[in-house]
């Protein structure tokens, strides 16, 4: 049996749904019923403690620097949070000693924590990838290059890659990045990441929609492709009137606002669904009604875990090429890819599914059968603990 804490930014519950907080939320859960003792460290909604327990998952939330400073720059909030955490984990460790930490590596949030190690207080640390602060800087604009923010983010991610035990990443694209960013070998670096829960995500989690819908999960926004989608789905409305738009995710009011001024200007504003986040018990019912998913970001750091979850129900997904998302998606076999910010091709790649049902059930099938072979939680999470248990053996030596 292994203590082993997880440090997450985000956590699923009571909110919070991002792509790494699921998959901590996997990770935690599953290596919890493999019989080891796990707490997650996360984000505080407010500037007070709250602690709670999910299922077999201790989960402590923290302020993370709030309660003390007025946080006016992400690169003060990224240095305000690492020391926030190493506090706390180093309260938790004098509680009860730790085993390993796992950071689900974002904004250097093991920044304070891996710097202050010595001989007498190391606790063995391994740090996952999910897309380095560097990449999203170079392909989406964000933090903008060159600016304080980027240039912080990523002195403190090269610190963290460098003074951790081991690294790994949730995708091949992600440690390629590490390699060209901060010097890692990207042969050094394994991937693993927590799967799918493919047991609720499946093709019967819910009734399929009167009306041909289109759905998207993520973020909406211009980065995540959100206004492509939205711009594509509205032109195809002229040869299938029925076709409806599902959008799942937190969303900025400009951006809702400009979505539903184009939805209006059709003169049938109602074929936008604007849900919102949904919990991990709502989305797969909303994945499942839907005939296809689409996810047209710039550029995702991989696999694409949305991508994986709208395979395991069944849908036909597309994504943009030259990222990550490709390693969810084999190409006219499980999805389609098609080139970023290209409009017209994604019309193209949507109006050949919806014309052809027949294919997108094939699609949707062989995708399902893809998750379960590649990226069942069941199988993805028992490999984390072994690599785990590898690295803990290997720093005993």
């Known amino acids: 049996m292994m203590r082993i804490l ?24 599953g290596l919890a019923r493999l019989g080891h003792e ?10 007070n403690h709250h602690e ?6 201790r989960v402590v939330r923290m302020p993370g ?40 590596e974002y904004g250097g949030e093991g920044y304070l924590h891996l710097l202050n190690r010595a001989p007498w207080n190391a606790i063995v ?8 602060v560097g990449m999203l800087s170079a392909t989406i604009g964000w933090p903008e290059p060159g600016s304080c923010d980027a240039e912080v983010g990523q002195a403190m991610e090269a610190i963290c890659l460098r003074l951790a035990d081991v690294v790994y990443s949730s995708s091949q694209c992600s440690a390629i990045w590490a390699e060209r960013l901060y010097g890692r070998d990207a042969s050094t670096i394994p991937v693993l990441h927590a799967g799918i829960d493919v047991e609720a995500f499946c093709p ?5 929609s009167e009306c041909p819908t289109v759905v998207f999960v993520g973020r909406v926004a211009a980065s995540k492709g959100a206004d492509r989608l939205m711009e594509a789905v509205a032109m195809l409305r002229a040869n299938h009137p029925e076709l409806r738009l599902r959008m799942i995710g937190r969303v900025e009011p400009a951006m809702a606002d400009q979505l539903r001024q184009r939805a209006a200007s059709t003169g049938s504003p109602a074929w936008l669904e604007l849900m919102g986040p949904l919990d991990h018990t709502a989305l797969p019912m909303a994945l499942a009604g839907a005939d296809l998913f689409a996810a047209p970001s710039r550029y995702e750091g991989g696999p694409g875990f949305v991508y994986l979850e709208a395979m395991a129900c069944g849908l036909p997904v597309i994504a943009c090429e ?21 409009t017209d091709v994604l019309i193209e790649a949507l109006d050949s599914l919806l014309r052809d049902p027949s294919r997108r059930r094939a699609m949707g099938e062989r995708g399902r059968q ?28």
């Open 65 to 104: 620097g709030h309660d003390r400073l007025a946080l006016a720059t992400l690169a003060a909030t990224w240095i305000a949070t690492s020391m926030a955490v190493a506090e706390e984990i180093q309260r938790l460790h004098q509680a009860r000693p730790i085993d390993l930490i796992d950071f689900a």
């Open 6 to 29: 997880l440090v997450s930014q985000e956590y699923p519950l009571p909110a919070g749904h991002g792509g790494i907080a699921s998959q901590t939320r996997l990770k935690a859960l």
């Open 322 to 342: 030259g990222s990550g998302a490709a390693e969810a998606i084999e190409n006219g076999v499980d999805g389609l890819l098609v080139p970023p910010d290209d």
């Open 38 to 47: 796990v707490t997650v460290l996360t984000q505080s909604p407010d500037h």
């Open 52 to 57: 709670f327990q999910d299922e077999m998952v």
């Open 204 to 208: 019967s989690a819910g009734p399929r």
């Open 125 to 132: 640390t391994v740090l996952q990838l999910h897309g380095p």
């Open 370 to 397: 893809r998750v379960l072979a590649e990226a069942d939680t069941r199988r993805c999470v028992p490999a984390i603990a072994t690599f785990y248990a590898e690295v803990l053996a290997a720093a005993k030596r």
